[in-house]
């Protein structure tokens, strides 16, 4: 079955409006002749009313980096799936390490938000991946399926028909090292297996599954590669529209 690669770039705490309008008046230019791969832009919330004008009728959709589990309420500083939709978002990133370690969400809040996501009509990107600690102990495989059982627990395959699946180590996220295209692989292989366990193989297959972890024009061609591997969440590297154009358009002329 062949799966469309998905080319993320997650921007964090990066970039004022002015700052990601100006990135993207330099960056669609750079991939607009990149039809065969899916593009994506995660800026903060800030600048998502601005750049959903700017990117309306090209190559490149517009993502969000989270979302809350509920669509209005006293909910102070967050912002609901209701609000996203309406702005023409596409993907919205749940589950992302910084907010599984830094802000606590747990696999539970992280299904709330996927269901919530999906509600509305929005592609949840959903990240899983260990830290160093789990790796060295040998517990990689026992942490990814435990996010994958109890973040997915309930949903049926219809209902993930948009899901998109992103494994990011998370001793390799802005550390500036990466998973070997081998150790990415193998935990890319063991996500679909789980996927296939859950839902089904037709359903498996079908999934994309990003890997994230310091990407980089460098090293992107070896990991996309990798037969798992059907796209990236970048992070630190999508900063610059340059760099970024050269992940997207990997393998090719820019």
Aim: glycine share 10%.
């Amino acid at each position: 079955m062949t799966r469309k690669y998905l080319m993320a770039g997650n921007w964090k705490m990066h970039k004022t409006v002015k700052e990601a309008q100006a990135y993207v008046e330099t960056f669609l230019p750079l991939v607009k002749e990149e039809t065969e791969r899916e593009i994506m832009l995660a800026p903060s919330f800030t600048a998502l009313y601005a750049l959903a004008d700017l990117l309306k009728d090209t190559n490149v959709v517009l993502g969000a980096q989270n979302c809350h589990w509920e669509d209005e309420g006293a909910f102070t500083g967050e912002v609901s799936p209701k609000m996203l939709a309406e702005l023409g978002v596409t993907y919205v990133i749940i589950g992302h390490s910084e907010r599984r370690h830094i802000f606590g969400e747990t696999d539970e809040v992280i299904r709330g938000k996927i269901e919530a996501a999906l509600r509305h009509g929005l592609r949840p990107i959903m990240c899983v991946g260990e830290t160093l600690d789990e790796r060295v102990a040998g517990d990689t495989m026992v942490v990814l399926e435990r996010q994958l059982r109890e973040g997915l627990k309930g949903f049926s395959a219809a209902d993930l028909k948009n899901l998109v699946l992103a494994y990011e180590p998370v001793w390799a996220i802005g550390t500036g090292k990466t998973a070997t295209p081998e150790i990415a692989q193998e935990a890319h292989a063991f996500c679909r297996k789980i996927l296939s366990d859950m839902f089904g193989d037709d359903f498996a297959q079908s999934i994309r599954i990003l890997y994230g972890g310091s990407v980089k024009p460098e090293n992107v061609v070896g990991l996309m590669a990798q037969t798992d591997i059907d796209g990236a969440l970048v992070g630190g590297a999508s900063l610059s529209p340059e760099s970024f154009s050269r992940i997207v358009c990997f393998g090719r002329e820019t």
